[in-house]
């Protein structure tokens, strides 16, 4: 009987070693995992003036096209229509349609289809070109734009303000700062502040 201790005793002595690699490997992993989630930010005192990039394929606010576009929703804000299509806004100009900004307050029932997802301490926006919605009930409703949002590009017609030696996006009467980031597949980041 003793033996059996004994030879037990020694197979877990034995296996003892092979255990704590393993724990030690899984520790030295999880602060690996730990430190590809950390975000590396840095600001950018000069901006590329690209920020455009990402919608470079759509059409500039103030286009005009002869037709909407075929399947665009109908929206009433007011006595306002407008016609929606694929994260676009259009709107009447006599026989002519011109991209434009949706008024603050439309609601819509889905977001586009290349949305971003904004999360920042006061809630959760999405944002596509130019646009931010925030979820209310079923529906996602345009509203300005949060300070502290970071978003993936800006629609062209953009123009660059130089304040206190740092240059900054202005879109829409929003300032972004252009930061370097691993959020986004682009390595840039476009942060909503407020200025003044």
Avoid: C
């Avoid at 062209?156 to 959020?183: H, K, S």
């Amino acid at each position: 009987m003793k033996r059996i201790y004994i030879l037990f005793f020694l197979a877990a002595l034995m296996a003892t070693p092979a255990i704590l690699p393993s724990a030690e490997a899984q520790k030295v992993k999880k602060e690996r995992v730990k430190k590809k989630k950390r975000t590396k930010r840095k600001i950018r005192k000069r901006v590329r003036r690209n920020a455009h990039a990402r919608y470079a394929s759509l059409p500039r606010y103030g286009a005009i096209v002869t037709v909407a576009p075929k399947g665009a929703i109908i929206v009433h804000k007011s006595n306002m229509v407008y016609h929606y299509h694929k994260g676009l806004f259009y709107r009447s100009t006599g026989d002519r349609y011109m991209v434009v900004r949706p008024a603050t307050g439309i609601r819509l029932k889905a977001l586009p289809t290349r949305h971003v997802r904004v999360v920042i301490p006061n809630g959760t926006y999405y944002y596509y070109y130019g646009t931010y919605y925030q979820q209310i009930g079923s529906d996602y409703e345009v509203v300005d734009a949060p300070s502290g949002a970071m978003v993936d590009g800006l629609p062209e017609g953009y123009t660059v303000e130089e304040v206190d030696g740092i240059e900054y996006y202005v879109w829409n009467d929003v300032y972004y700062q252009e930061i370097d980031t691993d959020q986004f597949e682009s390595g840039t980041g476009y942060k909503a502040i407020r200025i003044g």
